[in-house]
Nanobody, 125 residues
């Protein structure tokens, strides 16, 4: 069983930056792929970015490409980060990290089987 804990959320003004962290513990040897999703009030959970374990392959949603950067701790590969720059009010959401037992990067919600509790990000205009 893998446990995930997000941290780093908060309130920031439009144009500002935040960095989210997701720490994985437990049976992490099969946590091949780590991903960020987000869910705004009244909306479905949507894909943000994903990173693979071994080669650092990444994929981003078009809405965050060029502003957000996903990365993974080089030492343990059990901590993932999301550097968010040039934040916009529409980035306001609860951000969730998740992992998959499968080695391919995917943006589908159903691909991921373990989720964190979420971190609130609020961007004021």
């Amino acid at each position: 069983q893998v446990q995930l804990v997000e941290s780093g959320g908060g309130l920031v003004q439009e144009g500002g930056s935040l960095r989210l962290s997701c720490a994985a513990s437990g049976r992490t040897s099969r946590s091949y792929v780590m991903v960020w999703f987000r869910q705004a009030p009244g909306k479905e959970r949507e894909f943000v970015a994903v990173i693979s374990r071994n080669y650092g392959s990444t994929l981003y949603a078009d809405s965050v490409k060029g502003r957000f950067t996903i990365s993974r701790d080089n030492t343990t590969e059990n901590t993932m980060y999301l550097q968010m720059n040039s934040l916009k009010p529409e980035d306001t959401a609860v951000y969730y990290c998740a992992v998959s037992d499968f080695p391919y990067i995917r943006s589908a919600l159903s691909y991921y089987n373990t989720w964190g509790q979420g971190a609130q990000v609020t961007v004021s205009s």
